[in-house]
């Protein structure tokens, strides 16, 4: 059984397009998370949700936009698709805030614009 | 606001010999340590963690010790073997956890045989 699965796991588009990356979780968790990894490795935080309601949205540009239907998922849609989105994108999900638990991730999705 | 300082790889060593790795972070109240790996191609698995002062943290023959005295988390292991080649993230939760979890650069350990 896959905790948070995450779909396409790979995905190679052109600038301007639209696309979304779709997660869900079976851990009964109730908060969601959306993490950018850049080429470098580094991961930053993009958004959170918890019981649908978004907590966390840092600076990211307003193209990104999460989307959680009920607890259990959470996509990301992305409009006018650029160069520079090109990373891997992270779902997870944690009981409330984390706190002493940590957050369980997906696999990733490869986006890559070209 | 929070942060995690970690020490930058490439670190390159032979199978068997110690690691260290080490972790340093800054967050306001009692936060919540943890060490993620990050093998090739893969996402993140919570390596360990540790939720208050002294607390050590242990799996797969790793280690990290919450210093709050030295704000510290380094990770350890005894003797490495090829497959810990991966890259590693320090990270902590702070502050009830309304600012997410925050990671350090990430180490990339290379094990050679």
């Known amino acids: 059984d896959t905790a948070v699965s995450q779909t396409p796991k790979y995905l190679v588009t052109q600038m301007g397009n639209d696309k979304s990356i779709k997660c869900e979780q079976n851990?009964?968790?109730?908060?969601m998370y959306w993490y950018k990894q850049d080429s470098k490795k580094f991961l930053k935080i993009m958004f959170s949700y918890n019981n649908k309601e978004l907590i966390i949205n840092e600076t990211v540009p307003n193209r990104f936009s999460p989307k959680s239907p009920d607890k259990a998922h959470l996509n990301l849609h992305i409009n006018s698709l650029e160069l520079g989105d090109s990373a891997v994108y992270f779902c997870?999900?944690?009981?409330?805030?984390?706190?002493?638990?940590?957050?369980?991730f997906g696999s990733g999705t490869r986006l890559t614009v070209v | 606001g929070d942060s995690v300082t970690q020490m930058e790889g490439p670190v390159t060593l032979s199978e068997e010999a110690f690691l260290t790795i080490n972790c340093t972070y800054t967050?306001?109240?009692?936060?919540?340590l943890f060490w993620y790996v990050q093998y090739p191609g893969e996402g993140l698995q919570l390596l360990l963690k540790a939720t208050k002062a002294d607390d050590k943290g242990s799996n797969k023959g790793f280690e990290a010790t919450y210093r709050k005295e030295t704000t510290s988390f380094h990770l350890e292991k005894g003797s490495v073997q090829v497959s810990d080649s991966a890259v590693y993230f320090c990270?902590?939760?702070?502050?009830?956890?309304?600012?997410?979890?925050?990671f350090g650069k990430g180490t990339h350990l290379i094990i050679q045989p």
């Open positions: 967050a306001t109240g009692y936060p919540s």
């Open positions: 851990l009964g968790h109730d908060t």
């Open positions: 997870a999900s944690s009981r409330t805030g984390g706190v002493g638990y940590g957050y369980t």
């Open positions: 990270a902590l939760i702070g502050g009830g956890g309304a600012d997410g979890l925050t």
